[in-house]
Every structure is written in C-alpha cells, then in structure tokens.
C-alpha cells in the first residue's frame, strides 16, 4: 500500500484556479490507479476525477469537465488536480485515493489508500 498526502488547497476566488498535489510513498505508486474525491459540509463525498495507472482512461464528473485535469507523474509518485474557473460550488475538503488496481475506478469503495484531505474553499 501506498501513503498519500495531499498539499495545496487554499482560499480562492471565483474564477480562480488551485493545483493540487498528491505525493505517494510507496514503490508500486506507478501501478496504480487514483482518484480525486470531494465533500461538502452535509453532503457525501463524490468523485472528482479518475484516472488508470497510466492515464491512458479517464473520468471527470459533469460539474468540473472542462475545468479541472488530473494528471499522474510516476516518476515523482505525484498526482496533480489542476482546477481553473473555480466556482463557490467547488467549495470542498479534497482527497486523493489509490487502488491497487491498475484500472481507473468512479467509487470510494473501490480505493483502499487515501490521503488526510485539504480544504479548498472559493468565495464568491
């Protein structure tokens, strides 16, 4: 398994744009798979965007396509959400997940690493 920690959250305005970090340990980073979920203050935590251990498929929900990329550098055993045209909506405590798995995955159940979360907050 893998250890994950994410970095790079922060206050922002609408418009705006945020990068992500989500630093692996771990020799086996580059096998898998990862994912970027989210959760608001009373909501579920939903996903963000999914990717295969070598970005070859990928997932983004409707609310953030077009806006946000995630990418994977195996060689610095990072993962990156780059969000631009940040809305109030986007407003969230952001996690990075790995699963084992070599393939890209939508569910929260499905990833069996996660990092501690970074708050990402837009005003209006």
């Known amino acids: 398994q893998v250890q994950l920690v994410e970095s790079g959250g922060g206050l922002v305005q609408a418009g705006g744009s945020l990068r992500l970090s989500c630093e692996a340990s771990g020799r086996s980073f580059s096998s898998y798979a990862m994912g970027w979920f989210r959760q608001a203050p009373g909501k579920e935590r939903d996903i963000v965007a999914a990717v295969s251990w070598n970005g070859g ?58 990092g501690q979360g970074t708050q990402v907050t837009v005003s209006s």
């Open 57 to 114: 498929n990928a997932y983004y929900a409707d609310s953030v396509k077009g806006r946000f990329t995630l990418s994977k550098d195996n060689a610095k055993n990072t993962a990156y959400l780059q969000m631009n045209s940040l809305k109030p909506e986007d407003t969230a405590v952001y996690y990075c997940a790995a699963r084992r798995d070599p393939s890209m995955a939508t569910m929260w159940g499905y990833y069996g690493c996660w």
